[in-house]
């Protein structure tokens, strides 16, 4: 069976740095766009970056343009979000997630495959 695993995630203060991972067996997922999306508590889960599945195209949310970064290693079937200058509103639950289609789209409905999530807590 195909899985997705994040890592990365944790406790840090604002203006602090993290870089999440996501690490997918079972399926090749070198052809396939992946994304990046975030859930905070009582909101919606929201679209945070995406890449094509040549690396060569990437979409960012405007609440993180600038400041995150998105990459991939294909040969590892594993995909990255560089995350800068963490503030409060950045802290929630981040999933990784891969779309067959492999342009990347800004749409939760788009993606075929999900992480579990790992949790962002970002402290004042």
């Known amino acids: 069976q195909v899985h997705l695993v994040e890592s990365g995630g944790g406790l840090v203060q604002a203006g602090d740095s993290l870089k999440l991972s996501c690490a997918a067996s079972g399926r090749d997922f070198s052809t396939s766009a992946l994304g990046w999306f975030r859930q905070a508590p009582g909101k919606e889960r929201e679209f945070v970056a995406a890449?094509?599945?040549?690396?060569?195209?990437?979409y960012y949310a405007d609440s993180v343009k600038g400041r995150c970064s998105i990459s991939r290693r294909n040969a590892h079937n594993m995909w990255y979000l560089q995350m800068n200058r963490l503030n409060p509103e950045d802290a929630a639950v981040y999933y990784c997630a891969a779309d067959i289609q492999g342009l990347p789209r800004r749409g939760i409905a788009n993606y075929d495959y999900w992480g579990q999530g790992t949790q962002v807590t970002v402290s004042s």
């Open positions: 890449i094509s599945w040549n690396g060569e195209i990437t």
